[in-house]
């Protein structure tokens, strides 16, 4: 390579420029700058070098010595050859060709590094990936493992707790145990008790049905409603009668108000002495009073029958509060006795004051059949009294 084309590409790469008088005629400055600009291209530290010619003459000989130590090193590397060397005095006194070597060395290590670098530098990467992916996997292995060292260290400590708390739990176990057999005992007791109990209940049952037996199929409770329906028979029979007569009353108080004024003249016809007409007509009259006598006689006919009517009703009265006694007494002995059977003691309740309410509706029925048959027999005694 001629020094022309040689100082084209140095300048073309280095920042530090350089001309064909400095290679004929190379000085210390030119060589320290120019080997001081290739060490920075090559990312070495290069600080310490710097400023080196302002420190002491003693400092400056061991810094050129450790200079020229590194640019041999690079020399020889570069060069292939041990035979090629870079020595103090080419530092301090150098000479053309000397110089021109090796920049030449240094230029071509340089396009080499450049040219590598990349595959380098991707190789080097993957590798530092790699190194860095393999040490963070070392680490959390690591600290798996020692989070599995922890855990084993609570479960060992765990198991000696355990082993210190084993006798105490072997008395627990015991006193458990007699437990269990006292409440072994405690459940035969219970279950005889219970036994007893279902047997009581059994005979509360059966005493119940007799109970239910006697009020459902109560003889003098059948009688009362068989003298309720009697009852319920005549006062519709008197209901008829009453028509009857409100009838049997217009009738006549029409017929009345028709013979009024015949009966008027009747008596004056009587006075002068009538003809045969006139005995006729007293036929008539016979005919109407015995018509009144029969009157009369089914007004006190009712009358009685009213008396009668009313006795039987005081009567049921009395049969009705000996009931309601007898019921209140048979209630209070079921209450007693069902008392323990919930379910079934509301429904005997509920039994109790349907026949409550049975009996309150009766005994109102009993005041309104009274009412009617009062305004019956006033309404028969104003009629008969209108007759007269």
Known sequence: MSNAAFIDDWNNIIPFKIKVTDLEKPTEQFVYKSILQFFKLMHYDVASYENMYSDSNETLTMKRVELVARINYIYQLC??????????????????????????????????????????????????????????????????????????????????????????????????????????????????????????????KIEHSELAELLVADDEASSVREIKQSLTREIEILTETEKELQQAYQIHVSSINQIRPCNALLEKMLLFGMDE????????????????????????????????????????????????????????????????NDSKHLEKEKRLKALDQANEIYAQLLVVQKAEMQRVIVMVEQALKFIN
């Open 277 to 340: 007409s006139c005995k006729n007509l007293r036929g008539a009259i016979v005919e109407l009073n015995s018509l009144c006598d029969k009157l009369r006689k089914q007004r006190n006919n009712l009358t009685n029958l009213s008396d009668t009517l009313q006795n039987n009703c005081e009567e049921l009265d009395g049969l009705l509060a000996d009931k309601n006694q007898e019921l209140e007494v048979r209630r209070k002995v079921l209450e007693k006795n069902d008392r323990k």
């Open 79 to 204: 060069s292939d050859s041990k035979q090629t060397s870079f020595l103090y005095v080419d530092l301090v006194k150098p000479t053309g060709k000397k110089i021109i070597h090796l920049l030449k060395v240094l230029l071509n290590y340089l396009f080499y590094t450049n040219m590598v670098k990349e595959t380098v530098l991707e190789k080097a990467n993957n590798c530092a990936q790699e190194y860095s992916e393999l040490n963070a996997k070392l680490n959390q292995e690591q600290i798996t493992k020692e989070e599995k060292k922890i855990r084993a260290n609570k479960i060992n400590r765990h198991i000696d707790d355990l082993k210190l708390h084993l006798p105490q739990l072997k008395n627990q176990i015991e006193t458990l145990q007699q437990r269990k057999h006292k409440l072994q005992e405690n459940i035969s007791t219970l279950k005889a008790n219970d036994q007893q109990l279902a047997d009581k209940i059994i005979k509360l």
